[in-house]
């Protein structure tokens, strides 16, 4: 195999661990639910602007992904693959999924927060506003453990294209990626894994 197609796996798979942006949200907003039911609002604008700034880079990191996956399944196995090969089918529709996700969040959902946080000149943040940023902040924060479920999957799936896994341990890989997204939207995950 040339250099040059080891360097574009590593570009894929560099990109795959850097699309952990929604575990790292969810920790960020759990860890801000630590403090307590009222709105601080420079840690309410620190966390925003962490969370509006991630979804750019998440766009880039999800580009890389999709173009040198084509690439490399052009390469490697063809285009026609991704129609013919279950695992390579699913993983495309899983990135696309995400990609559309994100892009919903960023164009949607996300502008609307920053519309609601940009009427607050400091503390204390008026009781409407934060009612109202309550439901956007949970339709993103549920939107987040599904995009890592879906990241997880992906991930599940990729090690699969040439060498299948047993599909009762695909089957329970992918439980577990659930158990565990789920595990990471309802509460802080201090230890890892645990």
């Known amino acids: ?19 952990s942006v929604p575990l790292y949200n969810l920790v960020l907003v759990n860890e801000r639910a630590l403090l307590g039911p009222g709105m601080v609002y420079s840690v309410d604008r620190y ?3 962490l969370i509006r700034k991630s979804a750019l880079r998440c ?18 196995l063809g285009l026609s693959s991704l129609f013919t090969e279950w695992i390579l089918a699913a993983k495309t529709l899983l990135l696309l999924t995400l990609m559309g ?22 503390d204390p943040v008026p009781q409407e506003i934060a009612a109202a940023l309550r439901p956007l902040r949970v339709r993103r ?3 987040a453990g599904v995009c890592l ?16 896994f047993n599909r ?27």
């Open 1 to 19: 195999m040339p250099i040059w197609e080891d360097l574009l796996k590593f570009v894929h798979i560099l990109g795959v661990v850097f699309m």
């Open 47 to 49: 966390m925003e602007n």
């Open 59 to 76: 766009h880039v990191f999800q580009a890389t992904v999709l173009a040198s996956g084509l690439l490399l399944t052009h390469l490697e």
């Open 101 to 122: 996700l994100l892009s919903y969040i960023h164009f949607s959902v996300q502008p609307r927060i920053e519309q609601l946080l940009g009427q607050v000149q400091g």
């Open 141 to 143: 924060k549920r939107l």
């Open 149 to 164: 479920f879906l990241v997880v999957t992906a991930v599940i799936l990729g090690l699969q294209v040439f060498d299948p």
């Open 168 to 194: 009762w341990l695909t089957t329970i890989l992918i439980a577990l990626a659930a158990l565990f997204a789920w595990r990471v939207y309802k509460s802080p995950v201090r230890f890892g894994w645990i």
